[in-house]
């Protein structure tokens, strides 16, 4: 089964608006990676997240990582058109690293 | 190249013909990925390569499936005897380090599978 599973599926948000997804997991990880996918295009690497960290930013993205809860969520502030698309959490297993595991996604609809 | 290179971006098949993909990664990534995408879906695991081995098949669907790198850099995905459930996008991505911690995975754009 899929390693990570984010949540909720789809959101719809206006332009401006906070959107925040959330992933959970269920073994033990090195790190946890955040993708965005554009339709019909392949997928963008947004950030990094190590098991030792609790928060990290990147420009408009914040995400966290809450080891003892297998979770981690990403926030995108100020949200704009351009921030439509697919968002994917990837985990690596402690046990086999490179198997990194994707979810099914949450899909973000940015209304202008 | 400035970046992973996938082709044919688009292949439509009949059932039972074979079919290859290639994937021609960033210059200098030692690692190799091949990951399928259904409708909708997240992504599959398919195949890992740390320079020309694939210590990992496990994720292939069946034996229909074998994937080859060559040189430390082409990769060549096989599907024969293709079958409607086949159809998808097939993603390559290559990375710097593969391994026991896996950074970030630069991603193609993909080949879309289809299979009348």
């Known amino acids: 089964s899929q390693q990570g599973e984010e949540d909720p599926q789809a959101l719809s948000i206006q332009e401006g608006e906070n959107a925040t997804m959330n992933c959970s997991y269920k073994?033990?990880?090195?790190?946890l990676q955040w993708y965005r996918q554009n339709s019909g295009r392949g997928l963008v690497h947004l950030i990094l997240?190590?098991?030792?960290?609790r928060e990290k930013h990147s420009g408009r993205l914040r995400v966290t990582l809450d080891t003892s809860k297998k979770s981690s969520s990403l926030l995108i502030t100020a949200s704009r058109a351009a921030d439509t698309a697919s968002y994917f959490c990837?985990?690596?297993?402690?046990?086999?690293?490179?198997?990194?595991?994707f979810g099914a996604g949450t899909t973000v609809t940015v209304r202008a | 190249g400035a970046g992973v290179s996938q082709s044919p971006s688009n292949k439509v098949t009949e059932k039972g013909k074979d079919v290859e993909l290639r994937c021609d990664p960033i210059?200098?990534?030692?690692?190799l990925y091949w990951y399928r995408q259904s409708l909708g879906q997240g992504l599959e695991f398919l195949i890992y390569f740390q320079g020309n081995s694939a210590p990992d098949k496990s994720g292939l669907p069946s034996d229909r499936f074998s994937a080859e790198r060559t040189g430390g850099s082409v990769s060549t995905l096989t599907i024969q005897r293709t079958q409607q459930e086949d159809s998808a996008v097939y993603l390559c991505?290559?990375?710097?380090?593969?391994?026991?911690?896996?950074?970030?995975?630069?991603f193609g754009e993909g080949s879309r599978l289809t299979v009348l």
């Open positions: 991505a290559s990375s710097l380090e593969g391994g026991r911690v896996t950074g970030e995975l630069f």
């Open positions: 210059s200098g990534h030692t690692a």
């Open positions: 990837a985990t690596g297993r402690r046990s086999n690293d490179y198997k990194l595991s």
């Open positions: 073994t033990s990880i090195n790190n």
């Open positions: 997240i190590r098991s030792n960290e």
